[in-house]
Nanobody, 125 residues
Framework: QVQLVESGGGLVQAGGSLRLSCAASGRTFSTYFLGWIRQAPGKERESVAAISWSGLNTYYADSVKGRFTISRDNAKNTMFLQMDTLKPEDTAIYYC??????????????????WGQGTQVTVTS
């Protein structure tokens, strides 16, 4: 089973950018469907982006479409989330997650079978 570790979170002003990384262990990384999920204080977890095993198919929540870009480098067992034009409402803990099944669209967060520990993103106004 793959293990996931996020990095790249931090404090940024509104309008700024951050790039999150998710490093994975395991030789079968390239076969996993991957996603980013966030949870803000007092709110439910929200799927924000996902990417197919090949990287050819990407999916985004309406709230981040046009601002966030998900990508993966299977040769380096790493996934990324480029976040631009950040807003205070993007403040949350961001988790990367994987699933052995393939999905067409954003799966519900409960569908992922492996999660990282999360990284905090705080956007100030």
């Amino acid at each position: 089973q793959v293990q996931l570790v996020e990095s790249g979170g931090g404090l940024v002003q509104a309008g700024g950018s951050l790039r999150l990384s998710c490093a994975a262990s395991g030789r079968t990384f390239s076969t996993y469907f991957l996603g980013w999920i966030r949870q803000a204080p007092g709110k439910e977890r929200e799927s924000v982006a996902a990417i197919s095993w090949s990287g050819l198919n990407t999916y985004y929540a309406d709230s981040v479409k046009g601002r966030f870009t998900i990508s993966r480098d299977n040769a380096k067992n790493t996934m990324f989330l480029q976040m631009d034009t950040l807003k205070p409402e993007d403040t949350a803990i961001y988790y990367c997650a994987s699933d052995v099944r393939n999905w067409y669209g954003l799966p519900d967060p409960v569908e992922y079978d492996t999660w990282g520990q999360g990284t905090q993103v705080t956007v100030t106004s």
